[in-house]
């Protein structure tokens, strides 16, 4: 039985949807307006604090709408520049959501880049082999008050972190990446209507530009992506440059193999004119090999795509390994000799888990299994 909110979330309104409301229950629909500006500019956390608004129009509000659709149950912070938030929902299910700062050329050491990991479901169905949020397979959608109340909640964090971009009303952060738990692209009308909220002018007005999504290669839905007026960016999940290396780790490259993947993703990436990330975890041999490496390096040239290469980060109970720094340079530096712009993560968070999913089976296993809500059908 899918999971029923008892109000709806405020975040998953438009300024239309919530103008008809109002003038439903009697308010005039200008307010809808005045109420936005309150919601993303001004992060507010309750009716009560909207001070221009009439006292019945706030308690109806209250009463009509969920304000914090996610709450945010703890932090964790790695000694580098990553921190992982755990947040809560309404029916008891945890997602993630991970802060990672990058230090900006030029600037004061206080000045960091800011990029926001976001999940989109609970769990997984895809069920890749190395990914703790596939694991337990998949619980639920994201709904789309849920997807933006969890970037209101990083926002409200990080606005103690630079309160000068939080009082001209901008969203704290420089980039979002759709990379949290979840396949994005299987929950893509509520995430497409909540990035149109995060884009709108009267929502965080954030570019489309600045927002990637992550899938794992769902053919279709990155070709009906490619028709969106915004142009989001795009990263694929390529994990193996063969079919044969990618299906022992992707069940769904049995579905959409690489005959169908990559020209999808050239599509995509002729539509929008823009470069492609294709994400590649280095797992000790398995898809480690200077073989693959060419084979890579074939594609990402076909795609005209830049490669970033992460090492795999361990997850409990599963058996992979990952390479030794050298392995990971040896793959990096035959990309590159190739022809391909390649990225080597020396990744962030690894002392906190910071791989999809972790933190929230961590916790999970902590509760035991009678803390959750039963799985969806
Ligand atoms: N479902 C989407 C987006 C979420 S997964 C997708 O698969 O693209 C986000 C990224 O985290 C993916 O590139 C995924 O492969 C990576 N990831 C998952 N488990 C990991 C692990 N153990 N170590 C390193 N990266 C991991
Ligand atoms: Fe799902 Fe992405 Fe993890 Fe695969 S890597 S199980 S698609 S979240």
Redesign the pocket.
């Known amino acids: 039985m899918a999971f029923k909110p008892d109000k709806p979330s405020i975040h998953g309104e438009t300024p239309e949807g919530l103008g008809s409301r109002l003038a439903e229950a009697g308010h005039p629909r200008y307010r809808a307006g005045q109420i936005f500006e309150w919601l993303y500019p001004r992060r507010a956390e309750s009716a009560e604090v909207m001070t221009n608004l009439p006292a019945p129009l706030r308690t109806w509000l209250s009463e009509n709408y969920d304000f914090s659709a996610t709450q945010v149950l703890g932090k964790k912070t790695a000694s580098d520049v990553t921190q992982k938030l755990l947040q809560k929902l309404r029916d008891g299910s945890l997602i993630e959501s991970v802060i990672i700062r990058a230090p900006m050329e030029g600037v004061g050491q206080d000045k960091s880049r800011r990029t926001i990991c976001i999940s989109t479901q609970v769990g997984?169905a895809?069920g890749?082999k190395?990914?703790?949020?596939g694991l337990e397979g998949w619980r639920r959608n994201l709904s789309v008050g849920e997807i933006v109340s969890q970037l209101v909640q990083v926002c409200r964090i990080e606005d103690q972190a630079d309160p000068t971009r939080a009082a001209e009303g901008l969203a704290s952060f420089d980039n979002i990446v759709?990379?949290?738990?979840?396949?994005?692209l299987a929950n893509y009308e509520n995430l497409l209507a909540a990035l149109r909220i995060v884009n709108a002018p009267w929502g965080f007005g954030f570019g489309a530009r600045r927002i990637t999504i992550?899938?794992?290669g769902v053919v279709p839905k990155i070709l009906e992506l490619a028709e969106e007026p915004l142009g989001f960016r795009l990263?694929?999940?390529l994990?193996g440059a063969t079919n044969e290396v990618r299906e022992k780790i992707m069940p769904v490259n049995r579905k959409y193999p690489l005959e169908e993947l990559v020209p999808a993703a050239k599509a995509f990436a002729r539509k929008h004119g823009r470069m492609l990330t294709l994400?590649f975890?280095l797992i000790e041999d398995i898809n480690d090999s200077l073989e693959q490496a060419k084979k890579l390096a074939s594609i990402a040239r076909e795609l005209h795509a830049h490669v970033n290469l992460?090492?795999?980060?361990?997850?409990e109970g599963?058996p992979?390994v990952r390479p030794s720094i050298s392995r990971q340079d040896r793959f990096a530096k035959e990309l590159r000799a190739l022809g391909v712009t390649a990225t080597l993560r020396r990744?962030k968070g690894h002392d906190i888990d910071a791989?999809?999913?972790?933190l929230r089976l961590q916790k999970e296993k902590e509760q035991g299994p009678d803390s959750l809500p039963p799985a969806a059908a």
Request: proline share 6%; charged share 10%; hydrophobic share 35%.
């Open positions: 997984c895809y890749c190395f990914c703790a949020s759709v990379m949290g738990m979840g396949e994005p992550s899938t794992s990263a694929i999940s994990h994400e975890i992460i090492p795999y980060n361990k997850v599963l992979w990744e791989a999809c999913g972790q």
